[in-house]
């Protein structure tokens, strides 16, 4: 009788202890265990900034602009455009004749060194940004 | 080679990532362990942590005689020991004597006259009151349905030992389910 209620017993322990649902860790337990052991699969990002021109650059420029400024200062140049195709803007035609536009050759300098350095830049930033964006 | 030696495998040949999915797998049970020894939810994580470091420290000593989650629970027994240890508390709270008798309650009048829903709540509460020793017995028997051999690997005990001590967790656990629930059912009885 006795070990018949024995059984009966563990019967219900068995049925009773299983409905007693398992306690749950924190919510981020596998995520702070991974970390602790540095297998974490989320790599953290490493935001190394890099300049867009690096040192070595800016050491070349410098100097370009210290001969440029050098060359200003103690050579004695003249400068002549002879390899830039004669303009002959009509102003009279365009403006009516009220507006007579003289182009310098130190001006067309400017602007065409500008526009290169603007083209340039341009194909740098869109690389740069790319590689930024670009996910492996 | 089951799943779990598969994992093993996996992690070892330096696929790491693969030790999460044995993480999620093994870390309720191994939290419910700890937790109904250590008894507060804090050292519970701890030590559910604690345990998954050694583990995958020692993935390459694990030989894989025994089911992994042996090896496992006996990591989290020792942990969760370890942990009381530090903190100075007993492991066994109940005296060994005067549980060896005992009057099983009658179930069927119990588990007819109790609720599911309230035989959950008053169960893990009783749970709650077992000695962290009590507890792991009943948890690993009852729930994990661990052989004694098992049992007594993950507790580092002889299998003897363990039948004799399971015996007695039962019966410390029917003398507090006989407290709690017998009222209750008697309770609920008179007024029908």
Redesign the interface.
Known sequence: MEKNKEKQFDAFLKKAIKEVELDAPSLNFTEDLLEKLEISQVKKSSTAYKPLISKTIWVIIGALILIALGGAFIGDFESTLNWWPSMNLNTNYVFGGFLSIVISSTYLYGFVGLAFFLFVQIYFIKNHVNRQFTTN | MNQDQQYIQRVINGE??V??LL??KY???V??LA?RMVKS?EE??EV??DT??RV?NSLDKFKGESKFSTWLYRITYNKSLDCLKKQKRTIDSFSVDGYDDM??????N??NGIE?KE??IE??KV?KELSPDDNTL??LF??EDLSLAEISEVMGISPNTAKVKLFRS?NR??ELLKEKLEPEFIQGYGKK
């Open positions: 790491n990532h030790f999460s993480v999620d870390k309720h049970m939290f419910t937790l939810k519970a994580e559910s942590q998954f470091i995958y009057n099983f309650p009658d179930m069927e119990i588990i599911r035989r959950k169960m893990a749970l009943i948890t009852y729930y039962r656990l029917a």
